[in-house]
């Protein structure tokens, strides 16, 4: 007996936060009859192994960090202070569980519903949903999302690859290593040693070039990386790749031992390995290409302005695409699409939401590092190529924050906050913005504003400072 096919308005493949803000816009405003198929936890990467336990485990190694600052304030705080990083874990565990049943309750009352499965495009209006109860069934719609988005992945070629975690297992440690590898010079890569350091594993970088964040500024590159160092990470350079992996011991925590060997010759013992090389989108078993979906080389979805596929009816968004792969960006995607799709010809929505779309320029971003960093805009070198050097002015300032008053000469440089502006033209028009230290994630969103609005460098100067702030500078 051939499966049941069942219509709906919107089919949306994917439930984490691109599909589901697409979902919810057009089934919760708009009404549509919409579908939402996911087929692991509810909620995607950042709910589940990205941005949340990133963030809740970031404070967690804020705290260790803070409790040796306080001594410098008049507590008597010992240095050896235990904790539980197991019972860490549990908490953080049931924190994301409570977030999953979020989503589903979301979903659940703007009539949304949910299949938990896994899809495969039949036709171009039609996909295949294998059951988790193992029933197929089909649905079709004549508007399709594609919102799986991505996984890490490990290298090809080295015997042994898969003896090493990628960020979604690091969310899986119960029992820290005592010495950790990470290979990448990415934000993950920062992000995850950033914490481990801190909390006192031996925390080993391995990068291809002298600096990480290659994609970021040369302010953050140089000052970040020299940081980590002088915080005790130790960072390989110029590294040449390792051609091998070997499981000297099995276990966890401090009990498991792996040996990289290089090709150059080097070799180095750890508990534990990460790759944080990159991540590719999650669409083998949907099958896009089988409709004609064009695909880039690495394989992530072509789209245009508005989220269009080259085929008509079928959309993609989010880490799917490869476009600024961040969760508040999949989110406002999303919605747009839905404004766009279902809105135009609603009483909610109007035909000015016909050229819906999300503007991909100026996206404030951080990296929650030790310590943070946050950038909107343009690189200096970026800004210098696209409106001449002629055309760029830059400000740029450094100093000790206030919070670091009554730290020793020698614990005051392990802490700088610095800063950059980066101004095109007569009327300095910020292009970038750049900042390093305490307080920058909070920091940026607002700044954020300013410059998605077009603000110039005497509108930052007209503004009253708020005092005493590094935020001020």
Request: glycine content about 12%.
């Amino acid at each position: 007996m051939p499966p049941i096919t069942k219509q709906y308005d919107f089919i949306v493949i994917g439930g984490g936060s691109g599909g589901s803000g697409a979902a919810r816009r057009a089934s919760g405003w708009y009404g549509a009859k919409t579908l939402l198929v996911e087929n692991g936890r509810l909620g995607g990467t950042c709910v589940n192994v990205g941005c949340i336990p990133k963030k809740i485990t970031w404070n967690f190694a804020s705290v260790s960090e803070m409790l040796k600052d306080g001594v410098h304030y008049g507590y008597d705080i010992p240095p050896d202070i235990k904790f539980n990083f197991a019972e860490f874990k549990t908490k953080r565990d049931a924190n994301i569980k409570g977030l999953n049943g979020i989503y589903e309750r979301n979903w659940n009352r703007e009539n949304i519903d949910l299949v938990r499965g896994t899809a495969a495009f039949k036709s171009q209006k039609e996909i295949e949903v294998d059951l988790q109860d193992g029933e197929k069934v089909v649905y079709t719609a004549p508007h399709i999302l594609i919102a799986t988005g991505g996984y890490p992945i490990r290298p090809k070629g080295i015997p042994g690859a898969e003896l090493g975690i990628t960020s979604d297992g690091f969310f899986d440690i119960e029992h820290l290593p005592k010495k950790m590898a990470f290979v990448g010079a990415g934000y993950i890569a920062v992000e995850l040693a950033g914490v481990m350091n801190a909390i006192g594993v031996e925390t080993h970088m391995f990068i291809r070039g002298n600096t990480f964040l290659r994609n970021f500024d040369p302010m953050v590159q140089e000052t970040l990386t020299q940081r980590y160092e002088d915080a005790g990470v130790v960072i390989h350079k110029n590294h040449k790749g390792f051609k091998e992996v070997v499981r000297i011991k099995e276990g966890k925590g401090e009990e498991k031992i792996l040996k990289l060997l290089g090709t150059d010759g080097q070799e180095i013992d750890v508990n534990e390995l990460l790759w944080a090389i990159g991540r590719s989108p999650e669409i083998e078993k949907l099958d896009p290409a089988k409709i004609g979906v064009k695909q880039a080389s690495k394989g992530h979805i072509v789209v245009d302005a508005y989220q269009n596929t080259n085929v008509a009816g079928v959309y993609a968004l989010g880490d799917v695409t490869g476009q600024a792969e961040l969760t508040p960006v999949a989110i406002a995607a999303g919605r747009a699409l839905s404004n766009r799709l279902f809105g135009t010809h609603h009483q909610s929505g109007g035909p000015n939401l016909s050229t819906a779309k999300l503007d991909y320029n100026n996206i404030p971003t951080v990296v929650f590092s030790h310590p943070e960093v946050g950038t909107i805009g343009l690189t200096e070198p970026a800004a210098i190529s696209q409106f001449g050097k002629e055309n760029i002015k830059t400000y740029h300032t450094r100093f000790t924050s206030m919070f670091y008053s009554f730290h020793p000469t020698e614990e005051k440089k392990l802490q700088p906050t610095e800063y950059k502006l980066i101004c095109e033209g007569p009327e300095e028009k910020i292009v970038g913005m750049h900042i390093l230290g305490q307080g920058s994630s909070e920091m940026m969103q607002g700044f954020g504003v300013a410059v998605k609005m077009g603000a110039r460098k005497r509108d930052f100067d007209a503004c009253v400072a708020i005092h005493p702030t590094s935020a001020e500078e």
